[in-house]
């Protein structure tokens, strides 16, 4: 670690891991959780992810101190019909019940094609991409879904009622890492908007709205009114889905009950997540002749790569933070 002409704090890649397991047991995770939560902002971190990495800290810390999040939380693993596994966070963090349900998901899809894993009872508050290269890792084809607190209007409204509710979608590649797309409902992530307002950046126009409906690119009256989801009608109806599978349909809270429910103490407010897992069976050959037809075309790249191709610079370059969230980190 060391302190910027410009104020800011300089970390090494390989510090952030003992930073943040350090702060999360303080804060009163057990060690099987700290380590899960810290390799998830690590990756994040890894791969240019700013907005999912130590910028989320303070809400991390803040939730735990709150007692809202059970820092050691078991999850528990039931598999109520054959191709269901039920997994109840214990209200904890989620990663470490990703880490948990990787394994035992692929292969009930393996064995009987498809698969679903219902995550209730937990604090989700991550890039989604961690959880379906798990599967894509084990060979399977992995989606999932999670909602938040209403950020998005529906179709044709302009006050806020689904979360950013993004979708990440994993497909297995032999010898090769997977191709991987991860995205927000949202034209961007609530937290790229926050990042903004930190560092007085104006949004791109379509961003989103102030509390009076009207358009604006400046994030905090976007972040006091509401984000427009992307592609209009189309986009709200993905968040829409998305309320559907990671709430009604796996028995969890929608954006607005978790919102009612939420302490706000700058923590992710409880909720749930879908994960479907599907075996390739005999597709991954098919796959890497349309990617190919993709990159045939000049300006074109597979998603994920785009993300991968930022490691080589974090590891050379390092991480900057603001002071003061190095300080509510190290607190
Ligand atoms: P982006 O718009 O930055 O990227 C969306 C996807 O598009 C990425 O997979 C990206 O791949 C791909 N992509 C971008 N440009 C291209 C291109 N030119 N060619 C091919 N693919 C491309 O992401 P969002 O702002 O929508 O979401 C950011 C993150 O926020 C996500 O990881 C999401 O999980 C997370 N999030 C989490 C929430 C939560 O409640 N936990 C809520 C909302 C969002 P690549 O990475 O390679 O650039």
């Not at 047991?25 to 939560?37: H, P, S, T």
């Not at 890492?177 to 961007?188: G, I, K, N, R």
């Not at 790249?301 to 603001?322: E, N, T």
Request: with cysteine; net charge negative.
């Amino acid at each position: 670690m060391k302190t910027l002409e410009n104020g800011s704090i300089h970390l090494e890649l390989d510090e952030v891991m003992p930073v943040v397991v350090d702060a999360l047991k303080r804060a009163g995770c057990n060690d099987e959780n700290a380590q899960a939560v810290a390799t998830c902002i690590y990756e994040a971190e890894r791969h240019g992810a700013h907005s999912h990495g130590l910028f989320r800290m303070p809400g991390y810390l803040a939730s735990l101190k709150s007692g809202k999040v059970n820092g050691e939380a078991s999850p528990k693993i039931l598999t109520p019909k054959p191709s269901v596994l039920s997994v109840d966070g214990d209200g904890g963090y989620a990663p470490l019940a990703h880490r948990k349900l990787a394994k035992p998901l692929a292969g009930m899809a393996k064995t009987q094609g498809v698969a679903i894993a219902a995550l209730t009872n937990t604090f989700h508050f991550a890039a989604l991409w961690q959880e379906t290269e798990m599967l894509a890792q084990e060979g399977v084809v992995g989606l999932a879904c999670t909602s938040f607190k209403p950020a998005l209007p529906p179709a044709g409204g302009s006050k806020p009622l689904y979360g950013t509710n993004p979708i990440a979608f994993s497909w297995p590649r032999e010898g090769k890492e997977p191709l991987s797309f991860d995205q927000a409902s949202a034209v961007m992530a609530r937290g790229e908007v926050m990042i903004a307002a930190r560092e007085g950046h104006a949004l791109e126009p379509g961003v989103g709205i102030d509390e009076n409906g009207n358009a604006t690119t400046d994030p905090n009256e976007v972040l006091k009114g509401a984000m427009l989801p992307y592609g209009g009608y189309k986009g709200a109806s993905i968040a829409m889905m998305v309320e559907l599978l990671a709430g009604s349909l796996i028995g969890e809270h929608l954006s607005f009950e978790a919102a009612a429910q939420d302490n706000n103490d700058g923590g992710p407010p409880r909720g749930g997540e879908f994960i479907l897992a599907l075996d390739p069976a005999g597709g991954l050959a098919s796959a890497e002749g349309l990617f190919a037809k993709m990159l045939e075309q000049n300006g074109t790249r597979l998603p994920g790569d785009g993300r991968r191709a930022k490691r080589s610079k974090v590891i050379a370059d390092g991480i900057q933070i603001p002071v003061d969230l190095y300080e509510k980190i190290t607190f």
